[in-house]
């Protein structure tokens, strides 16, 4: 029985972060397939309402099957912090990542993640969820890793460096599209990713004052859903009225908000409600480097994005950092 709950206790101490490795998956085909889909033309809060809602329909049997009654103890407290949740962890932040997207390519815009870490450590320790720990080995290599992946990002922002030839990449129509795109300004897809970023920062942190409020993941990841939804459509019926920006066709603009629905927002957000649970809200903002190492190869070899000198040596930094921390 000992040797059976020994076991029981790892299994438990590496789903956080088997969890969040997943997580980074799901986000790394989100930004492919977004990319390919809002260079194509998509309206991007039409895109970002689709996929939350979505989202919210695909968590709700969960919610019903795992916290029955869960949503009878949902009160106007409750709601209002989920309100603001829904906003920072997805309305805000999300806008901006896909129009800084937008703005540039896929392998850049995702290098922006590795300073979510660090942000979200200092406001942490602005606001006392965590600790300093500078004599501890733990704590040494947290504050180490953070720097090397916030220099890592600076690298890449200022010096991009020479094209990488590392294996022949089939151009398709979608890479051509991207690279003659009027849109691109890296200058202002640098400005909104950076925002981004620290939004992203400010809802880890807010995860854990809703978990306190409301300590049901699937029912709070649903209504965070829902409203980052109705924030967003808000958005779009007002920017756009015409009846033909909301259709959908059997295309690659619908599997890209069925897979951004379950896994990249869905997953997402129940997983990542489960890891600050558990490891606080520190924890998972660690594991973005994993995210830029597979986005910057699948975009290299799939949508023909480049690699260069200054991108390489970043993602050797962040995996260092990653391995350390």
């Not at 309206?43 to 695909?58: N, P």
């Not at 992946?149 to 922002?157: A, E, N, P, V």
């Not at 908000?257 to 990542?272: E, V």
């Not at 489960?274 to 520190?282: D, I, L, N, T």
């Amino acid at each position: 029985m000992e040797e059976e709950n020994k076991e029981e206790s790892k299994l438990e101490r590496w789903k956080p972060a088997v969890c969040m490795v997943l997580v980074q998956v799901f986000i790394s085909g989100m930004v492919l397939l977004s990319k390919v889909v809002i260079t194509d033309g998509t309206f991007i809060f039409v895109l970002l309402t689709y996929q939350s809602l979505f989202g919210a329909l695909f968590i709700l049997p969960l919610a019903f099957y795992y916290e029955r009654g869960a949503w009878t103890k949902l009160d106007l407290k409750s709601l209002i912090w989920i309100t603001f949740n829904a906003f920072f962890g997805y309305a805000f932040p999300m806008s901006l990542s896909f129009y800084g997207l937008q703005d540039t390519i896929s392998s850049y815009y995702i290098i922006f993640v590795n300073l979510v870490p660090i942000a979200t450590y200092i406001l942490a320790l602005i606001f006392r969820m965590e600790t300093l720990r500078l004599h501890t080995l733990p704590g040494s290599l947290k504050i180490a890793g953070s720097l090397i992946c916030f220099g890592g990002t600076l690298l890449i922002s200022l010096y991009r460096g020479k094209v990488l030839h590392l294996w022949p990449t089939v151009v398709t129509r979608h890479h051509q599209v991207v690279q003659n795109a009027p849109g691109t300004n890296y200058l202002r897809g640098t400005l909104l990713l950076l925002a981004c970023s620290f939004a992203f920062a400010c809802w880890y942190l807010l995860q854990s004052k809703v978990l306190k409020v409301y300590p049901y993941k699937c029912w709070s990841s649903m209504m965070t859903c829902l409203l980052g939804g109705i924030q967003t459509g808000l958005v779009a019926i007002t920017l756009k009225r015409d009846r033909k920006t909301w259709q959908l066709g059997w295309d690659l603009q619908l599997l890209t908000i069925l897979y951004t629905g379950s896994f990249a927002t869905a997953g997402k957000y129940i997983m990542n409600s489960y890891a600050v649970q558990k490891r606080g809200p520190s924890f998972p903002p660690m594991f973005n480097a994993l995210s830029v190492v597979f986005t910057t190869l699948l975009g290299t070899s799939l949508l023909g994005d480049a690699i260069t000198i200054g991108r390489s040596v970043l993602i050797n930094n962040i995996t260092f950092s990653f391995l350390k921390v």
